[in-house]
């Protein structure tokens, strides 16, 4: 495992990798909130050998008191960890075993119990006399974090909101970890505490320099009281005496030291804070008072217009502070996939660098392992908002992302393989801010820390298509990703051309090819068969033949209209294609050829699309027609599956880096026809559907068949968000394209995961 209690010890071992399981167990209300019930894991044992496969030496795991002994320890149902905890054990991962997880324990407790401590360590014991070889454990999650979410801003139970109750809510909270660790140690005295936290750091204007003072305060008080380090001379002394804590309850935590075995810090792009008292210049949504004080409250990358170290300076005031063993007990952030990973090597290298200056930094801790459901919402609701982890559990069984990859090559030593690694995580890029950068000298980038990834050249991604719809989005997201690439005209590569093909991978040396072009005009196929089969399947075909020979990934884009419709419920991946026309023909040829040559290829079917940045697609027309009152027409007898733009090429994008192969069916997962989606939009837009004329697909006078029914469903995984939250986010971005404004929104979620 790697761990060792000595502060210097004798023979620094390597930095460890560790996982974690997200399993918080949230009430709200009267509502409890289980991430292992949505994302599978409480049913599903084999996750276990998938949690060894990635390298990890331990895991931060749950034997939770809320799911084991809801009614109390002589009622407790062992077997859920029976079977874990030795399994994880025989496949040389060591558990972390923690038992409140930003919970606040069964119903007939909370954090502001009194007797909160003593059952908690009576569960403990129980824990500990169960499982007498397990030696590390997290009694309770984020102390303070835990605190403030539900005594504080009252978004958790019991939905406190003053300095009264986050105190009392924190000092039950430490009280209960002192006491379990003295249970668990009456059992095994070996036994060691991570005592685990976010290490926050807050930057302000000096108009809020008492403010974010008191900030970088509060965030030690946990690991303070447990390690006794809180008496009269405390800094925040008066404020925990006034908020309610008596001198008895924190004298008593100076007489009973706990100190963690190791300090387990968590760092989220939420974790650094930047307040301005001129909240005006900032989004209503970061808008605040704090003790009468209006002020603006954001995220810093989003506000620094010189981005801060990152976690290493943290990392060493955390070791003067207190000299104790420190791990990264999660690292994880809320964003595209080449952002996942630079993220996670920028935090290893962090560590590596406070290793260097002298912290004993034992470990970093890839979190989520399963990833996470509605932390953009602090897991007060169910809105399906899903941020993978190294494995993605949207699909029948989890599917390792690049993250797994990543893991398993830092885990061995070996050379890191992913080329999206060479270019800057988005906190670090210029398009970051939500308001007017702020020049500040507190916070100086690293740029040894940012260096990540060795290269005499950045390798980018090859686009054909760039005058089609396909091609363009994928220009446009790779940039806002920082995604290398070339889209490139017929002129500059003529995909039915093996020798311009090869000329082209020769001058730009990329890493993939994007197939996002091709002959797309169904009725007139009919009459142009030779072209249509040429443009797109001899050109896929040659593609895919490049790319196996030099040895690159290839992406190319199929359609719903390789189905003859008989099925009428949504096609999955491996259901029969039958085409009706030339076009669809066209298009399964291209499969079966382009995976004939190149098993390692992406086969991307999709449909009916739509998105902001054409004029040519059907929700734009129809809302574009009907906004004005002119009469629009669509076919009520046709069933489709749409797909907003951004989010398929978004998905692809990800499903590129993963290294994923084969036929995957994206869509936004509705079935429905195109006078619904046209009715829709037009509920999203606020546009009257008066004008809408539903008619048969006889009326609409085409000359290709189409299959009555064409949606998709998959059997590989519903990747794609909702059709409804896709045509909310579609209105907003065409409103803001009207308005010449970008309000640069593309990790949405992460805003709210440590949120004040």
Not at 111 to 116: Q, R, T
Not at 195 to 210: A, C, F, I, V
Not at 560 to 579: M, R
Request: net charge negative; aromatic share 8%; hydrophobic share 40%.
């Amino acid at each position: 495992m790697d761990i060792h209690t000595d502060s210097q010890p004798a023979a620094t071992p390597d930095l460890a990798l560790w996982g974690g399981l997200e399993c918080t167990v949230n009430r709200v209300r009267d509502n409890y909130f289980s991430q292992m019930d949505r994302n599978g894991h409480a049913g599903r044992l084999q996750d276990i050998e998938r949690f060894a496969s990635l390298g990890i030496g331990a895991i931060r795991y749950p034997v939770l008191w809320e799911r084991t002994a809801p009614d109390g320890v002589d009622q407790a149902d062992w077997s859920w960890a029976d079977e874990r905890l030795p399994a994880l054990r025989q496949l040389g991962v060591n558990p972390i075993v923690g038992l409140v997880h930003h919970g606040s324990g069964p119903r007939h407790t909370s954090l502001i119990d009194p007797a909160f401590p003593e059952l908690l360590a009576e569960y403990a014991g129980a824990v500990a006399a169960r499982y007498p070889w397990v030696e590390y454990y997290t009694p309770v999650n984020e102390i303070c974090t835990t605190a403030r979410f539900s005594g504080l801003a009252g978004v958790w139970y019991p939905h406190g909101g003053d300095e009264a109750t986050f105190i009392r809510a924190l000092l039950v909270q430490c009280r209960a970890t002192v006491l379990s660790m003295r249970a668990i140690r009456a059992v095994n005295p070996d036994a060691k505490l991570v005592q685990t936290d976010d290490l926050s750091k807050t930057y302000g204007t000096p108009e809020m320099e008492q403010i974010s003072s008191f900030f970088n305060e509060r965030r030690w008080l946990a690991w303070d009281l447990l390690c006794g380090m809180i008496d009269e001379g405390h800094t925040l002394w008066n404020y925990l005496r006034e908020s309610g804590a008596g001198e008895q309850e924190l004298r008593w935590f100076r007489d009973n030291p706990c100190p963690p075995d190791v300090v387990g810090v968590n760092y989220y792009i939420t974790s650094e804070r930047w307040l301005d008292h001129r909240p005006e210049r900032y989004p209503e949504t970061h808008r605040h008072v704090f003790r009468g004080v209006p002020h603006a409250d954001i995220e810093a990358p989003r506000a620094l217009a010189t981005p801060t170290p990152g976690i290493a300076p943290l990392l060493m005031e955390t070791w003067e502070r207190y000299g104790l063993p420190i791990a990264i007990t999660e690292a994880h952030i809320d964003a595209n996939r080449e952002d996942q990973l630079r993220w996670l090597l920028e935090i290893w290298n962090s560590a590596q660098k406070a290793r260097q200056q002298g912290a004993d930094v034992r470990a970093v801790t890839v979190w989520a392992l399963l990833g996470s459901f509605d932390w953009n919402c602090l897991v007060t609701e169910c809105r399906g908002y899903y941020e993978p982890g190294p494995f993605d559990v949207r699909g029948p069984a989890p599917r390792p992302t690049a993250l797994a990859t990543l893991m398993r090559e830092l885990a061995s030593k070996r050379p890191l393989s992913n080329p999206v690694l060479q270019g800057e995580g988005w906190w670090r890029r210029p398009g970051r801010f939500w308001c007017k950068p702020i020049a500040t000298r507190t916070a100086v980038a690293d740029i040894a820390v940012r260096s990540q990834f060795k290269s005499t050249r950045v390798q980018p991604i090859l686009i054909s298509g760039a005058t089609g719809t396909l091609g363009s989005a994928f220009k446009r997201i790779c940039e806002k990703r920082n995604l290398a690439c070339h889209v490139l005209t017929r002129q500059e590569m003529d995909i039915t051309d093996p020798a311009s093909v090869d000329a082209a991978i020769v001058r730009f040396k990329p890493w993939a090819i994007v197939n996002a072009g091709g002959y797309v005009r169904v009725d007139e196929a009919e009459a142009d068969p030779e072209r249509c089969m040429r443009e797109n399947t001899l050109g896929p075909t040659v593609l895919a033949l490049a790319a196996i020979r030099h040895a690159l990934r290839f992406m190319t884009f199929s359609t719903d209209l390789v189905f003859d419709g008989g099925k009428e419920q949504p096609y999955i991946e491996s259901d029969a294609a039958n085409p009706l026309g030339v076009y669809g023909r066209s298009k399964l040829e291209a499969e079966r050829r382009v995976l004939d040559a190149d098993p390692q290829a992406l086969v991307i079917r999709t449909s009916a699309f739509f998105g902001p940045w054409d004029q040519h697609n059907f929700v734009t027309q129809a809302l574009n027609a009907l906004d004005v009152g002119l009469p629009f027409q669509a076919a009520r007898d046709v069933t489709v599956s749409p797909t907003y733009v951004p989010d398929l090429v978004n998905v692809a994008l990800d499903l590129l880096i993963d290294r994923e192969r084969g036929v995957w069916h994206l869509t936004n997962g509705e079935a429905l026809s195109w006078a619904e989606l046209a009715r829709r939009a037009c509920a999203a837009a606020g546009v009257s559907s008066e004008q809408l004329q539903e008619v048969s697909i006889e009326e609409c006078g085409h000359v290709a068949r189409r299959p009555g029914y064409s949606a998709m469903g998959s059997e590989r995984g519903l990747l794609l968000p909702s059709l409804d939250d896709a045509l909310k986010r579609y209105v907003e971005a065409v409103q803001e394209r009207a308005n010449g404004v970008s309000l640069g929104h593309e990790q949405a979620g992460e805003a709210a995961h440590y949120a004040r």
